[in-house]
Every structure is written in structure tokens, then in C-alpha cells.
């Protein structure tokens, strides 16, 4: 089998969030490239990649430079491609848009090797099971006054979510940011999980302080408190604090992995599918982290890290971040809290061509 030939294309979607209700998002959009793989032998693999911000049509370029070269090779010889792939493009990796490029590509790959083998790409990488819990996210957002988050905490649970994420950083008074996890605990109650994200807004001394304030109202963790590169200074959290630490969303390839691991610099660790280089190089940080006995959870794009999270033991849960659900036809049903693993071959995923239609950018 060879790839023949490749299609990317440019969408740009409303910036809402299903999960939110009666908040506008204004004229806000969303843009993404897709990636249609073909081979010689009928079997096609999709994937996709966004960036954010004005540099789409960059990221677009650069998918369609790395498909030239992956055209005439194997698509199931994953590390061959990309091992090719980063040779190529040396000088202008590891992180950025070279790597958001190479992860649309991999995803595609896998999904033809799913495909051409029959299986799922969870049961590919392992299939520990066939479903995994999810939280809710973007529902809990830092501009959201107080009152709208204690009705959208219960309307989530009502929804059938268990675990759900809020927000933090931008009061301007520690008493304020204390009362915004309060409330949300108090409208969700102590059976459901509740994870924060600061978005690396807070400083060390901060993260610890207020960490510290909050520790009676058991968050099932507080993720990215201070900068992602601060090796030394996410330990120093982790250390002080009994709530458990997650990061590692902005980590771009496997590499800071190791350092964030090796400095003991958290307790919970979060990987981005598009930064970390694709699905090849995620079952990679994955490993690394069960060698540290360390869970992993996801960042964005939860029809697809479904399989890779269900697909490993250490897998704790999967970000359920609605932004990409509208670009397919079917994705994943959540059944009691849990996101259940699509069956079909490869990652059970179709572009839905009438948002295709709607969306494109020409």
C-alpha cells in the first residue's frame, strides 16, 4: 500500500461551545485544516490541525508540504514517515507549526492503518477498554460572572457529566477567586469531580497560596498554575499543595516530557495531541508517564483521544472540549459519564461534507 495523494482544506466554524447556554459568542470563529490521505488502495485516512490566530494559512502550507513527501510511502509504517518527516523539516522543528502539520498527517495514518487492518486505533494501541470517563470543559469559562456558573454546574450534572472543569485567574482579589470554586462546589456537590485550569496566569507563590485556600473544596486537580516551562516552579507547587497538579498541554514533542517528569513537576500529566507530534508520538509520553506512575489525561479533540486514552492503563479521562464535534458526521456517545470507543475501523470518524460545505474557506 502507498499514499497517493492528499487533500487539506481550511474551515472556519462559530466559536461557540454546546455545553454553554445563553452566553454569545459574538462574531467569534474557530479555523481548521483537515487532511484527507488517499492510497492506491481505496483506503483513506483523515485528520486535522488547528492553530489559532492568523497563522492558518501557514499551517495549511505546511501540511501540504509534509504530505508531498509522505506521497509513494507506506501509511502504515508510522515511525518511518515521521521519522522522514522531522528529518526534512529539521531546521524548522520540533515545536510550532511544524509539529502541528506533522500531527494532522500521523492522525491520518493511523487511521488508514485502522482501517486496512480492521481494527480501532484504541485496539491498535493497546484497547486497555472500551470506554473512559470525561469532564466537561469550556462550559466554566474565567469571563463568566458568578451566577451563570452556579446554573451551569448542575445543568452539566443533569447532563450526565461527573467530572467538569472551571477556570481561575482573572479576579482581581484572592477572595473573589476563592468564591468562584465555592459556589461551584457548592451548586455541583462533593460527588463530582471539579478540575481548574489557570492557564498559567498565577506565579509560584500564588499557585501556592491560593492552592492551599481552596484545598477544602477537593479539586480533582489544578492544572497549568504557573508557566509550562517552569520545571522547578510546578514542583514547588506540587510539593506544597495535596491537590494534584496537571500540565503539559503546551508541551510541543516528547522531549519536555522527560524534563517535566524527571523534576517530579506534577502529579497529573496532559497531553495535546497536535503539539506532542500526533498519535505516534502520544503513546510515547503516555509510556514515559506510567514509567513515572503517573496518569495521563487529554487536551481538546475528544473524538479521537478517546481511543488513545481508553487505549491505555494509566489513561484517566479525556477533556470533552466540543469545539470539532460539529466537523463529523457521528462521534462518540457518552453513556453514564463515560465516552464510549467508536468500534469501526480505524478511528470510526467521517468528515461531515455538508459542514465541510458550510465551513470551507476557499
Given at each position: 500500500?502507498?499514499?497517493?495523494?492528499?487533500?487539506?482544506?481550511?474551515?472556519?466554524?462559530?466559536?461557540?461551545?454546546?455545553?454553554?447556554?445563553?452566553?454569545?459568542?459574538?462574531?467569534?470563529?474557530?479555523?481548521?485544516?483537515?487532511?484527507?490521505?488517499?492510497?492506491?488502495?481505496?483506503?483513506?485516512?483523515?485528520?486535522?490541525?488547528?492553530?489559532?490566530?492568523?497563522?492558518?494559512?501557514?499551517?495549511?502550507?505546511?501540511?501540504?508540504?509534509?504530505?508531498?513527501?509522505?506521497?509513494?510511502?507506506?501509511?502504515?509504517?508510522?515511525?518511518?514517515?515521521?521519522?522522514?518527516?522531522?528529518?526534512?523539516?529539521?531546521?524548522?522543528?520540533?515545536?510550532?507549526?511544524?509539529?502541528?502539520?506533522?500531527?494532522?498527517?500521523?492522525?491520518?495514518?493511523?487511521?488508514?492503518?485502522?482501517?486496512?487492518?480492521?481494527?480501532?486505533?484504541?485496539?491498535?494501541?493497546g484497547g486497555?477498554?472500551?470506554?473512559?470517563?470525561?469532564?466537561?470543559?469550556?462550559?466554566?469559562?474565567?469571563?463568566?460572572?458568578?451566577?451563570?456558573?452556579?446554573?451551569?454546574?448542575?445543568?452539566?450534572?443533569?447532563?450526565?457529566?461527573?467530572?467538569?472543569?472551571?477556570?481561575?485567574?482573572?479576579?482581581?482579589?484572592?477572595?473573589?477567586?476563592?468564591?468562584?470554586?465555592?459556589?461551584?462546589?457548592?451548586?455541583?456537590?462533593?460527588?463530582?469531580d471539579l478540575?481548574?485550569?489557570?492557564?498559567?496566569?498565577?506565579?509560584?507563590?500564588?499557585?501556592?497560596?491560593?492552592?492551599?485556600?481552596?484545598?477544602?473544596?477537593?479539586?480533582?486537580?489544578?492544572?497549568?498554575?504557573?508557566?509550562?516551562?517552569?520545571?522547578?516552579?510546578?514542583?514547588?507547587?506540587?510539593?506544597?499543595?495535596?491537590?494534584?497538579?496537571?500540565?503539559?498541554?503546551?508541551?510541543?514533542?516528547?522531549?519536555?516530557?522527560?524534563?517535566?517528569?524527571?523534576a517530579r513537576?506534577?502529579?497529573?500529566?496532559?497531553?495535546?495531541?497536535?503539539?506532542?507530534?500526533?498519535?505516534?508520538?502520544?503513546?510515547?509520553?503516555?509510556?514515559?508517564?506510567?514509567?513515572?506512575?503517573?496518569?495521563?489525561?487529554?487536551?481538546?479533540?475528544?473524538?479521537?483521544?478517546?481511543?488513545?486514552?481508553?487505549?491505555?492503563?494509566?489513561?484517566?479521562?479525556?477533556?470533552?472540549?466540543?469545539?470539532?464535534?460539529?466537523?463529523?458526521?457521528?462521534?462518540?456517545?457518552?453513556?453514564?459519564?463515560?465516552?464510549?470507543?467508536?468500534?469501526?475501523?480505524?478511528?470510526?470518524?467521517?468528515?461531515?461534507?455538508?459542514?465541510?460545505?458550510?465551513?470551507?474557506?476557499?
Open positions: 500500500m502507498k499514499v497517493t495523494h492528499a487533500t487539506t482544506r481550511v474551515l472556519r466554524t462559530p466559536a461557540d461551545n454546546p455545553l454553554v447556554v445563553g452566553i454569545p459568542v459574538g462574531n467569534d470563529t474557530r479555523e481548521f485544516v483537515t487532511l484527507e490521505l488517499g492510497t492506491d488502495e481505496g483506503v483513506e485516512g483523515i485528520g486535522l490541525t488547528f492553530f489559532g490566530g492568523p497563522l492558518t494559512g501557514a499551517l495549511k502550507a505546511a501540511v501540504d508540504a509534509l504530505t508531498q513527501l509522505v506521497v509513494g510511502e507506506n501509511p502504515l509504517h508510522v515511525e518511518t514517515v515521521a521519522a522522514k518527516l522531522r528529518r526534512a523539516a529539521s531546521g524548522s522543528g520540533p515545536g510550532g507549526i511544524f509539529t502541528l502539520a506533522l500531527s494532522a498527517i500521523d492522525i491520518a495514518l493511523w487511521d488508514i492503518k485502522g482501517k486496512a487492518l480492521n481494527q480501532s486505533v484504541c485496539s491498535l494501541l486497555f477498554r472500551d470506554r473512559v470517563p470525561t469532564y466537561a470543559s469550556g462550559a466554566l469559562m474565567r469571563p463568566f460572572p458568578v451566577d451563570y456558573l452556579a446554573k451551569a454546574g448542575p445543568r452539566l450534572v443533569d447532563m450526565g457529566f461527573k467530572q467538569m472543569k472551571m477556570q481561575l485567574g482573572a479576579e482581581p482579589t484572592v477572595a473573589r477567586e476563592i468564591e468562584r470554586v465555592r459556589v461551584m462546589r457548592q451548586g455541583i456537590g462533593d460527588d463530582i478540575m481548574c485550569d489557570i492557564n498559567q496566569l498565577w506565579n509560584v507563590n500564588q499557585a501556592i497560596d491560593i492552592g492551599r485556600r481552596i484545598e477544602d473544596y477537593h479539586l480533582f486537580w489544578l492544572e497549568d498554575v504557573v508557566a509550562h516551562d517552569d520545571y522547578q516552579g510546578l514542583a514547588r507547587v506540587a510539593d506544597a499543595l495535596t491537590t494534584p497538579i496537571a500540565a503539559g498541554e503546551y508541551h510541543y514533542g516528547i522531549t519536555p516530557f522527560r524534563h517535566m517528569l524527571e513537576s506534577i502529579d497529573i500529566v496532559m497531553i495535546d495531541l497536535l503539539r506532542v507530534g500526533g498519535i505516534t508520538q502520544w503513546r510515547k509520553a503516555a509510556g514515559m508517564a506510567e514509567a513515572f506512575n503517573l496518569p495521563v489525561v487529554s487536551h481538546l479533540i475528544p473524538e479521537i483521544h478517546v481511543h488513545l486514552v481508553a487505549a491505555f492503563p494509566n489513561g484517566l479521562t479525556v477533556e470533552y472540549m466540543p469545539w470539532t464535534l460539529r466537523l463529523f458526521e457521528e462521534t462518540p456517545k457518552i453513556e453514564d459519564g463515560l465516552l464510549v470507543v467508536p468500534q469501526k475501523p480505524g478511528l470510526g470518524l467521517k468528515f461531515d461534507q455538508e459542514a465541510i460545505k458550510r465551513y470551507e474557506v476557499k
